[in-house]
DNA sequence: TATTATTGAGACTCTTTTATCTTAAAATAC
DNA sequence: GTATTTTAAGATAAAAGAGTCTCAATAATA
């Protein structure tokens, strides 16, 4: 898998806050029901987040998490860079370690070219523009529910 | 990471065979100790190379395996598909079960030019071509050793 | 102040991947 | 035919990833 489970988790979140951004906090418990994600595995993947300032959290009633910035100034790059690492754009695909110009793979040049359009693809993405389209087009976030079942009530 | 461990060592195997191709059968352990992978781990590997057709295999002395096509008919893709499955040019982005137009997600377009960008590069990628680059520009297939420490001897 | 709702943190378990070890089967060479 | 070299197959072990559970800390509210 290109990226972890939980990077994907911690996808579908953030995209759910984008998608509810007027300030409040969400609990986790909401989500991870919405999403179809255990609520102690999310509560993890979310409290990464927040250490790196995607996310704040506030406890007790009414408390939970929001994003901090704008979802216009949050590419998904954000989100797999504090979850997964740098790892997927920067590692040899043949595994070797210390990939760099000086000491290349066979496969380098070729493996740089498809990593950059993975890393732009990534970098060029808003959570705002993804939510737009998800409630435009009602495309789901989880196996059958569409935009619409997971934001009404 | 993009490619399993199994998957990369599959790569790097099947290289090697590539650029001593002269229809002889190589020792699993010649292999195993030049690219400096363990034997047994190395072993099962190509076992299912073995199985999917791309490689064959003699048992007994002056045995190894050998690949049953010219490394300029072997593309990338083929030892991808062999070890990994089709999981990485298929699946959905957000991990979502069943992706496909009908049903898609937010990123479903987006993923789906990434996931065309990896398929064409792996596809239009075969041993031979790598093996060309690696001899004349001496490029690692370990983390030290170029080509040419590789194969003298 | 007591109760409840919530996140935080850590221990723990389960599953998959990665790696090792052992034995069997096949082919050769003596 | 016996010993040797090699792949085949399967059991086992170690490490990493995914998921669960328990309890503590914080904040609101009754
Ligand atoms: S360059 Fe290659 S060895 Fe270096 S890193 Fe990239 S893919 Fe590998
Ligand atoms: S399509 Fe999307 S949901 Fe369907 S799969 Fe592709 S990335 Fe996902």
């Known amino acids: 898998m290109l990226l972890s489970k939980s990077c994907v988790y911690g996808l579908r979140a953030s995209l759910y806050l984008a998608a509810r951004n007027q300030g409040e906090f969400i609990p986790i418990r909401t989500m991870s029901d919405k999403l179809e994600i255990s609520f102690h595995f999310l509560t993890k993947i979310l409290q990464q987040l927040t250490a790196e300032g995607i996310l704040e959290s506030f406890k007790g009633p009414n408390g939970?998490?929001?994003?901090?910035?704008?979802?216009?100034?949050?590419?998904?790059?954000?989100i797999v860079l504090a979850?997964?690492?740098?790892?997927?754009?920067?590692?040899?695909?043949?595994g070797l370690p210390g990939c760099g110009v000086k000491n290349p793979c066979p496969l380098h040049d070729k493996w740089a070219?498809?990593?950059?359009?993975?890393?732009?693809?990534?970098?060029?993405?808003?959570?705002?523009?993804?939510?737009?389209?998800g409630k435009l087009e009602n495309l789901r976030l989880t196996t059958e529910g569409g935009f619409d079942i997971l934001f009404d009530n």
Chains 1, 2 share one sequence.
């Open 113 to 133: 070219e498809t990593r950059d359009a993975i890393h732009e693809m990534l970098e060029k993405t808003t959570l705002t523009e993804l939510v737009h389209k």
């Open 83 to 94: 979850i997964d690492g740098p790892q997927l754009l920067t590692e040899c695909a043949l």
């Open 64 to 78: 939970g998490v929001r994003l901090t910035r704008e979802g216009t100034e949050i590419q998904l790059i954000d």
